[in-house]
């Protein structure tokens, strides 16, 4: 008697693809000054834990995105959504507990001359009114030390310190309330070269401890690279693409060919180690 057969098993169903969750969602905005427009019905999604960099040309709107963001300005129409949240409805208490959430590096450090070093990085802190001083001042200098410097930066002024030393004082003071979400205004603009690969180290190494979402405009190719997930490219008035950068330079348009493809972005390219890994968009229509 033949040994009874095993009836037939279905195949294991492939494993879901874990869920994103959108950190800010940005739905048909729309942004005029006067007769202007400087965004009509951009639509773009920031995941939760990604390095998100916004790149255009000059005039593109990516300062003005930023600010619209962060609720500097108000959209002409449209939606924004930060943490599930539309400032724009929000009352004052509860829009601060959201402002809260999230840091800001200015471009040019914007940090304030007549205040010291420990006591720019303190402001976020004191304004919150929540924490005696003397916690106030040991915290502010964790924050100084997390970002490379040393006590005895503490007490510089602003006006003694080098470009790299600025941006890592801003850095600190945007860390300083432990957000989630960090906004970095072309972080790495007037450094040197050196300087400028040892705050994308820094910026890639507090991205993975701190386990941050980061939003960066930027227009150094070489940062670009070495931080972003994905690239939203701004152009005529929308965002053309949003994806990882070999996705991106397959999409035909004139300002990602300039951008991504001119001859200084592929001199720039080369010489990173993914550049190899950069597929060659189809050369236009009449071009080849």
């Known amino acids: 008697m033949s040994a009874p057969t095993e009836p037939e098993r ?4 492939s494993p879901a693809p874990a869920r994103r969750t959108a950190v800010i969602e940005v739905r048909e905005l729309v942004k005029r000054f006067g007769k202007a427009v400087v965004h009509d019905h951009l639509n773009l999604d920031v995941w939760r834990g990604e390095v998100l960099s916004i790149v255009g040309g000059s005039g593109s709107g990516k300062t003005v995105l930023l600010r619209q963001i962060v609720g500097l300005e108000r959209p002409t129409s449209g939606c924004i959504k930060v943490f599930g949240e539309d400032p724009a409805k929000l009352r004052p208490a509860q829009l601060q507990a959201l402002r809260n959430r999230w840091g800001l590096q200015f471009q ?23 924490l005696p001083d003397n916690l106030i001042c040991r915290a502010a200098l964790l924050k100084l030390q997390l970002v490379g410097l040393s006590a005895r930066d503490a007490d510089k ?25 960090l906004f970095l205004d072309e972080p790495t603009a007037g450094l040197d070269p050196m300087a400028s690969d040892d705050y994308v180290a820094l910026i890639r190494e507090l991205r993975r401890e701190l ?16 931080l972003s997930d994905r ?13 990882p950068i070999p996705d991106v330079v397959k999409v035909d348009h004139p ?15 080369l010489a990173l180690p993914q550049a190899a890994r950069f597929p060659q968009p189809a050369a236009p229509p009449g071009e080849a």
């Open 231 to 243: 690239v939203a490219v701004l152009a005529d008035h929308k965002v053309i693409a949003a994806a």
């Open 255 to 269: 300002f990602i060919r300039e951008y991504f493809l001119g001859e200084r972005a592929q001199r720039a390219l």
């Open 108 to 130: 040019r450090g914007a940090l304030f001359s007549a205040l010291s070093v420990i006591d720019n990085i303190a402001l976020p802190l004191r304004e919150l009114r929540a």
């Open 211 to 226: 386990g941050l979402t980061v939003v960066m405009i930027t227009h150094d190719l070489d940062t670009l690279v070495a």
């Open 10 to 13: 279905e195949p294991a169903a």
């Open 157 to 181: 002024m602003p006006s003694d310190l080098s470009g790299g030393m600025i941006k890592r004082v801003a850095l600190a003071r945007a860390l300083a309330l432990e957000p989630e979400l």
